[in-house]
């Protein structure tokens, strides 16, 4: 969610490689982005038109938007959009109990779930105030305990409660968020990591284009990774992974 397309474009592609074609305009301009043959992401300027912060968004898929809203709702969490039709499937935007935003997506599945591109998003954590209280919700929500246990493990990890699927970590849930501080770092939220070749000469690339740093390049239990908030105040992180 952007302000500005073009302000969004000039960081983001330089700094990613990515390439960008028109999505649907349904609530104002929108690009789909491109690394490599992938679409890996979104950006509209929905962000000015809704009065949101500037934030990337995650989105899990589900099968049925409209049970899974009732799921939300169900168990304490808040439906602010949707589920509305949107270019090849519905979607809606929520926060769970703690606050923390992501959004739902019900539309046609990717076979392609192996290797992503460079420049995709790989890795999504979320911190909260409490990671197994969020665990639970989200457990709950999307059923990851009545999946297929072959293909689905919940584990605790690193300080963590992390989601496998089919033997990839994809998802953590972490502790020490609090909803009255004022740095939305600290916030309940989701972060997005984005895969690169070399985080120190990215983050360091960002800072040119105008970005600035929110957490020094450091190694992890998940590969080296870096904070980093765009010319526009938007928060993302980039990893650059073991294997």
Do not use: C
Request: proline fraction near 5%.
């Amino acid at each position: 969610m952007a302000r500005d397309l073009g302000t969004a474009t000039g960081f983001y592609g330089p700094l990613f490689g990515w390439r960008f074609e028109p999505g649907p305009e349904r609530w104002g301009p929108y690009l789909r982005v491109y690394s490599g043959g992938w679409e890996v992401a979104g950006i509209g300027e929905v962000a000015k038109r809704w009065e949101l912060p500037v934030t990337w968004t995650t989105y899990f898929g589900t099968e049925d938007a409209n049970a899974t809203a009732a799921a939300i709702r169900e168990r304490g969490g808040t439906v602010a959009v949707g589920p509305l039709e949107f270019d090849a499937g519905r979607l809606a935007l929520a926060s769970d109990p703690a606050g923390a935003s992501f959004g739902i997506w019900e539309g046609r599945a990717s076979s392609r779930t192996r290797e992503r591109p460079i420049a995709s998003p790989v890795w999504i954590e979320l911190r909260t105030r409490d990671a197994f209280e969020s665990a639970l919700f989200y457990g709950q929500v999307f059923g990851w305990d009545q999946e297929d246990p072959k293909r689905y493990e919940v584990r605790y990890e690193h300080d963590r409660v992390v989601l496998r699927v089919d033997g990839h970590s994809v998802a953590a849930l972490s502790g020490g968020g609090t909803e009255a501080a004022m740095d939305p770092r600290v916030r309940p939220r989701w972060h997005v990591y984005f895969s690169v070749a070399d985080v120190d000469a990215t983050v360091e690339k960002a800072v040119k284009l105008g970005g600035e740093v929110t957490g020094e390049p450091q190694d992890s239990a998940y590969g080296r990774v870096a904070g980093v908030r765009d010319v526009e105040g938007g928060l993302f992180s980039v990893i650059s992974q073991h294997h």
